[in-house]
Structures are given as structure tokens and as C-alpha cells.
């Protein structure tokens, strides 16, 4: 008889996948305590998740997938959606169903897909935010310059690929666009893929916010293959069109809400103030050996190989504990920033389609520094503007394709109806300037 059990998290840190186990049997290497069992996982956006492969289950028990745990999926949108407090791990889990969905209905209407390649692409999905740390996108570019999550998820694949024997090669070229049969990576990566279906219908879910809904279910069954790429079939055009709108709905109500991008641009702040420091001998530590080796490391993308391992060992724990440290160091600037965020004390940001007048600005600076008394050039930890930009369609991506009953294709852009127009791959760009509230 085969077992269904939930995936739980014991306190040695390993993780129960086999339901009642003792203890000595928990103290294990992985591989050694896996059986080949199919394993269901209850989700409260999807309902059960089958994980069907012994290697799936061994991948999502390694610690290089569990941290996902600990990573929020949508960084500090918490603070304005409480609710919003689910992780990276859901998010790939959920992927991994929607791609299992999508497998099963391409294979449905007559797609080859063979059990290796139905396997790698399983795990591709599965393993493509495992280059996420701490806080995801809001500290992507600040513990090491230019390394892109996207780059750090190939490096820990590759990792993981040594540690299986080569067993996740196929997931790897899949995961990459090597692999012959494009539509495969199209569903993990392109304009339609299972990641943005996911995290638009999750992030709606737990945010409460109605606009992120979309018809995934519909959507992937109107998928299909044609000429080795994914394609759409006509009968889905106004999912994709509510797909696509939902997107930027989500992105400028939820995802690039303001008080979401101060709080951000404040974490990042307190982490160039901890380098600042560090780089003019200053005497800073942070919480963990891991995080405190990223604050200490050059800014050099290399980096990033040789501190891999710590890496892994880092999420929004690690930066939480030590923000909470500083809150009562010695330096006045650290100090604020990190009692601002802690609690909640948000800076206040103008958002606007227009560039804020500078004058505005350093007026807001000067202001500050004579608050805080401090000098005017460090005013710029509480005084800073950017802009923001989000983009409906993107041409240079991924087409969306649209198959038609006679057999032809046409771009989603070019098919005419009235939610879709000219000004579809036309980016949306605002304005922000974020400055501390003087009470603080």
C-alpha cells in the first residue's frame, strides 16, 4: 500500500518525509532513508501536490531547498498585507504543480514527452528560485554586485548536480534553454510560464488583493505545441489578456506598493551604512558567520562562487537577527535605520509619474540632517529617490503566441481585441522619493 504523508520539518533539522520514523533513523544520510513512495503535500492555494519521484523527494529535503522556507516570497509586502507572509518553498512548490498540470495536458494532446524529460523539467521548476537570498529581489544586488538570483540558482543546480551523480543534468539543460525541445523551457521560463502563474495567483491569495486572480486552470489547458514551442490555443485570448493585466495590477498595487519600496530601499540602506562602515574600519558584526562574510566580501561578481556554501546557509533570519542587533549600536545612522524597520516605522515616499523637483529634495535632506544632527552627505540614508518601472509585455522576452483554429500563429499584440493595444510592450515608469519621518 503506498503512503501519503505532509512534508514537516523536524527540530535536528532534518525533514520527515516518511511520516512516523524514530530517531535514529532520522540521523541518516538522505539517501539512505528515502523509499519510493509518493508523497502529497496539502496546499492552500492548490489543494494536494503529488511529489511522485524519489529524487524530487531527496532534492526538496536537501538544506539547500529547505532555507526556501525562510525566505518571504514577497520580501516586507507583510507589512502592508499582513497575510503575505508565505515563502519561497510554497511558491516553487505550487510551480512544480502547475508544471505537473501543464505536462499532463501537453502529453494529453499528443506532445512526446518522455519520463526523463517530464523529470527534468519537474525539477527545473522546482529548483529555479534556489538561487534566492535573503529578502529575494529587494537585496539581489546589494550582498554581491550584478549576481543575479537567476545565476546563483544555475550555481547551486550544478552543485546539487555533482551531489545526485549527475542526475539532474537534464533539469540543468532545461533550465539553461540547451535542451532541443524549447517548450520545455518555456514553462519554466518565458512570457507564459508556470512561475508567473504561481506567484500571481499565490501573491493574490494570501494578499487578499482580487486583481492578482487569474484562470491558470484554463489557461493550461488551452496550452499547446507547435513547431517545438509553446503556444496558446485562440480560445484562451481573454485569459491571457486578464493574465497579462493582472500582472501589472499586482506589480503597482502589491509588488511596487509604496510603503513595500521604502521599506525595502531602508534594508538596503542599513546594508550600504553596515559596508560603509566596515570598509572605514568600523567594528560591525553581524548576526551570522554567513551574512557577516557577504557584508565583508568585495563587491566583485566572482564572489559569489567562493562563498556559495555560505550562501546557502543564509536567509531573511540571518539579516532580521541582525538588524535587531544594530538597533543599539553605536552609530547613530545604523542605529535609526534599524529601529525604523523593526518598528515600523516606515519612511514616508512620494510616488508619482512625474520626477520629483530636486529642489523638493534637498531641502527634505537638509532638514534632516538638521533633525537628526548629523551632516548633510549622510542625510542620504534618509533622504533618496529613484524611479520604478514595470513592463505589461515584452517584446525581447518571450512571444506569447496565439495558435488559430486554421493552423496560423499571431502574437497576443497583434490579435485584435480592445484590452489589447499598441502600448502593450510600453513600460509604465514612476517616480519615488523616500525621506524619514522626523519623529523618529
Known sequence: MRKYNHLSREASGHVNIMGNMNNSRLALPLPLYMAETRKIINDPVYGFITIDHPLLLQIISHPCYQRLRNIHQMAFAHLVYPGAVHSRLHHSLGA????????????????????????????????????????????EHELIKDAHHESISLLIMQKLNREF??????????FTNQYPKKFLHQLVSGQL?????????????????????????????????????????????????????SRRLMYWQVYLHKTVVAAEKMLIMVIRRAKHLIANGGKIAAA??????????SDAENQIETLLDDFCEMDDHDVMATVKNWCNHPDRILSILCRAIIHRKIMHIRLQATAIDPEFQQQKKRE???????????????????????????????SINILHKDGSLKDISQVDHPLINVKISEPVKKYYFCFLRVEV
Open 96 to 139: 512544480y504543480h502547475l508544471m505537473c498540470t501543464a505536462l499532463n495536458e501537453l502529453k494529453n494532446k499528443g506532445t512526446i514527452i518522455t519520463d526523463a524529460e517530464e523529470l527534468g523539467a519537474k525539477l527545473a521548476i522546482l529548483l529555479h528560485d534556489i538561487g534566492h537570498g535573503p529578502f529575494s529581489h529587494a537585496l
Open 165 to 174: 551523480d549527475g542526475q539532474l543534468q537534464l533539469a540543468i539543460d532545461i
Open 193 to 245: 510560464d508556470v512561475d508567473r502563474m504561481d506567484y500571481l495567483n499565490r501573491d493574490s491569495f494570501f494578499t487578499g488583493v482580487a486583481e492578482g486572480v487569474i484562470g491558470y486552470d484554463r489557461i493550461i489547458k488551452m496550452l499547446a505545441v507547435k513547431d517545438g514551442n509553446l503556444v496558446v490555443e485562440e480560445k484562451a485570448i481573454y485569459s491571457i489578456e486578464k493574465f497579462l493585466l
Open 288 to 297: 551570522t558567520s554567513a551574512f557577516d562574510k557577504f557584508l565583508k566580501a
Open 368 to 398: 534632516l540632517a538638521k533633525a537628526l544632527q548629523i551632516e548633510e552627505k549622510d542625510a542620504d540614508y534618509f533622504a533618496f529617490g529613484g524611479e520604478a518601472t514595470n513592463l505589461l509585455y515584452n517584446f525581447d522576452d518571450e
